[in-house]
T-cell receptor
Framework: SQQGEEDPQALSIQEGENATMNCSYK?????LQWYRQNSGRGLVHLIL?????REKHSGRLRVTLDTSKKSSSLLITASRAADTASYFC???????????FGAGTRLFVKA | GAVVSQHPSWVICKSGTSVKIECRSL??????MFWYRQFPKQSLMLMAT?????????EQGVEKDKFLINHASLTLSTLTVTSAHPEDSSFYIC??????????FGQGTRLTVV
């Protein structure tokens, strides 16, 4: 199994600012995914980064992965009020590799 | 990416009845599926892991007789909440993975027991 721990637990910023959240894990992984969850809704897949990648971009999202430090970061640039949500990282392998979620980072973007 | 579909997206049932939630992998064969539960303002808690054709493995503290999991095919797993009570009201999410693929998550099912 593999657990991701997000940091900080909560983050409050102004619209237009950048938001950075971090994820740490303990064992070797094959990939790491980031998800967003709006209050009371399901998970929305944001981005997947594989263990042989160091950085990946998708729109306003930038994800980095440092396998030597067993950590990942998610940067949301030019944040919007609609980015307000909880963000979870999911370190993963393949096959039956189960993911244990951390508490997530609650992001609040003030308009 | 691959698609995992859950049904229903929400359900309300009476206390004492049973509810079945389906998790389907639409465009890949899911050898393993995971079921999670999430209470309000909390993180997702892994309930069990199911492999196609074999019995599910439950996490500590999860009652296997209450949460029946069936993974009879490579595209479908079901979670049945038996004799549901109000404290079972929660958000249930499944994820599915093939042999060499990462896990993909369903949209979740909100269960309310009245």
């Amino acid at each position: 199994s593999q657990q991701g721990e997000e940091d900080p637990q909560a983050l409050s910023i102004q619209e237009g600012e950048n938001a950075t959240m971090n994820c740490s894990y303990k064992t070797s992984i094959n990939n790491l995914q980031w998800y967003r969850q709006n209050s009371g809704r399901g998970l929305v897949h944001l981005i997947l980064i594989r263990s042989n990648e160091r950085e990946k971009h998708s729109g306003r999202l930038r994800v980095t992965l440092d396998t030597s430090k067993k950590s990942s970061s998610l940067l949301i640039t030019a944040s919007r009020a609609a980015d307000t949500a909880s963000y979870f990282c999911a370190p993963g392998g393949t096959g039956g590799f189960k993911t244990i979620f951390g508490a997530g980072t609650r992001l609040f973007v003030k308009a | 990416g691959a698609v995992v579909s859950q049904h229903p997206s929400w359900v309300i049932c009476k206390s004492g009845t049973s509810v079945k939630i389906e998790c389907r992998s639409l465009d890949f064969q899911a050898t393993t599926m995971f079921w999670y539960r999430q209470f309000p303002k909390q993180s997702l808690m892994l309930m069990a892991t199911s492999n196609e054709g074999s019995k599910a493995t439950y996490e500590q503290g999860v009652e296997k007789d209450k949460f029946l999991i069936n993974h009879a095919s490579l595209t479908l797993s079901t979670l049945t909440v038996t004799s549901a009570h109000p404290e079972d009201s929660s958000f249930y999410i499944c994820s599915a993975t093939g042999g060499n693929t990462e896990a993909f998550f369903g949209q979740g099912t909100r269960l309310t027991v009245v």
